[in-house]
């Protein structure tokens, strides 16, 4: 074999292209032609295609272009040095997870633990009556299982009050709604004593909220003061009339909503009300498959509750539910992650974008939803790609923008995602 031979032989048994985001050199098996790689550097994920046979000669690293450049900068010899891709191999389809895209370079073995075949048993029941809305299903069993609460910013129509049917359903668990409105007051949430005319006393009488799977509906069409009735509910998960406590049933999920586009009649939440609850998520329309499939599964005029009770199996309690979100305590979170975190909360607060910034409560909601995730994907320890996953569901609603990134038309996800881009991930 004559020297002339080794670049047709290397060319033959990897390929090389270009990141399409960060423009970085990557190498990859010619075997692996057309499968799905992620980016080491960037964490983007491509298809891996075959270079052209058209072409004389291979491309070298030099010959390559990258994009946002201009024709006559040269490349970097960082850019310019090829490295490997890492093939995607996720158990998990990848429309599961909300957030930032995965930021490490191999994905972590899983292991086929009770939490993990639970949470995929609910998975199963949920999707016979409820079609899509990957990231809201997901967020709210992480929100469920660590113990916190979620914001739903969505137009109406899109099946939320079917998906906490179905949850509760599948849960086992008591499901209750309130639609918010104008002149509800706070005793029309918690309840409020009424005479016993028997005993001649006050007894007090549990309004709505008490109940464990509880659909807010349209929560910012009421004032401030009703708003107040569900901060010690949820974070204290106890309801406090004439001085007496009253202790919630556990456990206890709130689901509020509120749509982005009606803006009369309506009230801004409160910051309070906002940091108590630990994802807000976007619920979009469905694709055409999803729509379809909607349409054909709900279109029958069939009683709701008849299928709940025919075709969705209830695949646990609240007693396992408690008992697995104890055990999701002792999942391990490295030093390291711990750093990640806390660097990425408190960068939130010096960032020019932000006139303010995420409180400690987010940096609590990001390592509690990093462990319910790892033990979500069958592991004991949780990884970057936990927190990537959950950094903007669990910051979008707890930072401001200034007025000036407002003028100019920034996104408060986008400036989030470049913020997280800019903190290095650590190996763990």
């Known amino acids: 074999m004559n020297d002339s031979d080794q670049p047709n032989e290397s060319h033959q048994t990897t390929i090389q292209f270009v990141c399409a985001q960060c423009g970085r050199q990557l190498k990859i098996s010619a075997s692996l032609a057309g499968s799905t790689v992620k980016c080491p550097v960037c964490s983007h994920v491509q298809t891996a295609e075959m270079p052209s046979p058209e072409a004389d000669s291979p491309q070298t690293p030099a010959d390559l272009p990258v994009p946002g450049a201009s024709s006559d900068q040269s490349a970097s010899p960082e850019s310019s040095t090829p490295v490997e891709a890492a093939p995607v191999t996720s158990s998990l389809p990848e429309k599961r997870v909300p957030g930032l895209a995965r930021s490490t370079e191999a994905e972590p073995e899983t292991k086929d633990t009770p939490v993990r075949q639970l949470f995929m048993r609910m998975l199963d029941e949920i999707s016979k009556i409820y079609v899509g809305q990957d990231e809201l299903v997901l967020g709210t069993l992480v929100a469920l299982f660590s113990r916190g609460h979620v914001l739903i910013e969505s137009v109406p129509g899109l099946g939320k009050t079917l998906f906490v049917r179905t949850l509760g359903k599948v849960l086992g668990c008591k499901f209750g709604r309130i639609q918010f409105t104008a002149d509800l007051m706070p005793s029309d949430i918690t309840g409020a004593p009424i005479f016993d005319m028997k005993t001649q006393e006050f007894r007090f009488r549990p309004g709505p909220v008490f109940t464990q799977l509880l659909l807010a509906d349209e929560i910012n069409r009421s004032p401030a003061k009703t708003h107040a009735a569900l901060l010690e509910t949820m974070q ?178 986008d400036v989030l995602s470049d913020l997280v881009r800019s903190v290095e991930v650590p190996r763990i």
């Open 236 to 413: 204290e998960y106890r309801v406090t009339v004439d001085g007496v406590s009253h202790p919630m049933d556990q456990p206890f999920l709130v689901l509020a909503t509120q749509n982005p586009i009606e803006s009369e009649g309506t009230y801004n939440l409160p910051e309070a009300q906002l940091d108590r609850f630990m994802l807000k998520l976007y619920a979009s329309y469905p694709s055409v498959e999803e729509e379809a499939q909607i349409l054909t599964m709900h279109s029958q005029q069939l009683d709701l509750n008849d299928r709940l009770e025919r075709d969705v199996q209830t695949v646990t309690s609240p007693a396992e539910i408690l008992e697995v979100t104890r055990e999701n305590g002792d999942v391990r979170v490295d030093e390291k992650l711990v750093n990640y975190i806390n660097q990425i909360v408190r960068l939130t607060r010096e960032w020019p974008q932000f006139h303010m910034g995420a409180s400690p409560r987010a940096g609590i909601a990001l390592m509690q939803g990093a462990r319910t995730l790892a033990a979500f994907y069958g592991r004991d320890y949780a990884v970057p790609d936990d927190v990537a996953q959950i950094v903007l569901p669990a910051l979008r609603h707890r930072v401001i923008m200034t007025a000036e990134a407002d003028v100019e038309g920034y996104r408060v996800d």
